[in-house]
């Protein structure tokens, strides 16, 4: 129980630290810890965390950490896994704010945020490929004709800036019509 | 005391209405921060964001640390990160208690099965817009990213540190070429 609470904590602390380029990109080392390193919750399960983070109010990064703490620990996980994903943001905001560093204008800072940019987008394709074309068989987002249907219908109302919130919700409901007659 | 429940207040608004996370969330942070309490100029808003999108963690929870430790130091950054995590803590902790009883119910897993596709839609539809600002080599860093990230399943952190690296790099070399700024 310790050793998984203390894992937990690891991995979020990770999560939070290297979170550049907010949710989607944060997708990929959510992945990449939660079920390549440490086989908490298969790939299936991790899609349909971030169609309920979708959902629901918050960060994915706070929505995830709570979901899986508890899926792998309890209540107590969930506590663990929240509370560490805060700790960097929360630590070095502090001193950026003390400071009060006006970091876009150093070009230190500039070099690094542009030398992670590329990456960022490397790290959101990659997230996408995981769940296009997972390693293991086990729930698979693509299943059959229908799953292309509701992605190609999905990917032109997104790039035409419906709400998300209302395509997740619509998309459910093609799956009932579909899957559950 | 009063001022702490304010901030806590504020941010717990903040934290139970931004749905979908990231870019989605800024207008309802402005109006909160800016209009309603004056807690920031619109310049100061400004570049807060600059800083909390450059820094690692949701932009959500940068802010609340930003806002909160510049009024009332530590206790202030813990009643706003306090404010930010509590909704999306509690209302994913309760999904998670009854997700897990409800996922092998036969409707729910339909419903899924049609969200899946349509959350591997919302994760691509970005990545177009990201690349297509992009020169081609850039490109190709993001590409070969994703392809390792996916194939092999090894941690996206060390692209992260790799490009910082480069883009640190790059920063001292031309600054030794046109001076300091």
Redesign the interface.
């Known amino acids: 129980m310790i050793s998984t609470l203390l894992a937990l904590f690891v991995s979020y602390l ?1 999560i ?5 380029g ?3 990109a944060m ?3 959510i992945h ?2 939660v079920v ?2 440490n086989g908490w919750i298969t790939n ?1 399960e991790f ?2 965390i ?14 995830s950490a ?2 899986i703490g ?2 792998v620990a309890g ?1 107590f996980g ?1 506590v663990v896994a ?1 509370v560490a ?2 700790i ?3 630590t ?3 001193l ?3 400071f009060f ?33 997972p ?1 293991d068989t086990e729930g698979q ?3 059959d004709g229908w ?2 249907a ?3 219908i ?2 032109l109302l ?2 035409r800036k419906l ?3 209302l ?2 919700v ?7 019509l ?3 007659f | 005391m009063g001022e702490l429940l304010t901030i806590f207040w504020s941010f717990l608004k903040i ?10 969330m800024i207008p309802l942070i402005e109006h909160e921060v800016v209009v309603r309490r004056h807690w920031l100029s619109e310049r100061e808003f400004g ?1 807060l964001l ?13 802010t609340a ?2 806002v909160g ?2 009024y009332r130091k ?1 206790s202030g ?1 813990l009643a706003a ?1 306090l404010g ?2 509590v ?3 509690v ?3 309760l ?3 009854f ?2 009883q409800m ?1 092998h119910n ?2 729910v ?20 817009g ?2 297509k600002g ?1 020169r081609w080599w ?2 190709a ?7 390792t ?2 194939h092999f ?5 060390w ?2 540190i ?11 070399r ?2 030794e070429e046109v001076g ?2």
Not at chain 1, 50 to 63: D, K
Not at chain 2, 153 to 157: A, K, N, V, Y
Not at chain 2, 162 to 170: I, K, Q, S, V
């Open positions: 990770k939070g630290f290297f979170g550049f907010g949710g989607y997708l990929s080392l990449s810890e390549v390193r299936g899609t349909d971030v169609a309920i983070s979708q959902m629901t109010p918050g960060p994915i990064a706070i929505n709570t979901y508890y899926e209540i969930s929240t994903v805060c960097p943001a929360m070095l905001m502090m950026i704010t003390h560093l006006r970091l876009e204008h150093n070009r230190y800072v500039r070099g690094v945020v542009m030398g992670m940019r590329p990456v960022v987008v490397g790290m959101i394709a990659s997230a996408a490929l995981l769940l296009i074309l390693h987002s693509f299943i799953s292309w509701i992605f190609a999905a990917l997104s790039a709400n998300p919130i395509l997740i619509a998309s459910g409901v093609a799956g009932v579909i899957y559950g | 934290g139970a209405f931004t749905f979908g996370g990231g870019y989605a570049d600059t800083i909390a999108q450059a820094a690692p963690g949701p932009i959500s929870l940068n640390v930003f430790y510049k530590y950054a990160i930010v995590v909704p999306s803590f209302i994913i902790l999904v998670a208690i997700f897990s996922r036969h409707w897993e339909a419903a899924f099965m049609g969200m899946r596709p349509a959350v591997v839609a919302l994760i691509v539809t970005p990545i177009i990201l690349a992009m850039l490109v860093i993001a590409a070969a990213t994703a392809l990230v996916w399943g090894i941690s996206p952190i692209f992260l790799a490009g910082a690296a480069c883009g640190l790099l790059w920063a001292a031309r600054g300091d700024d």
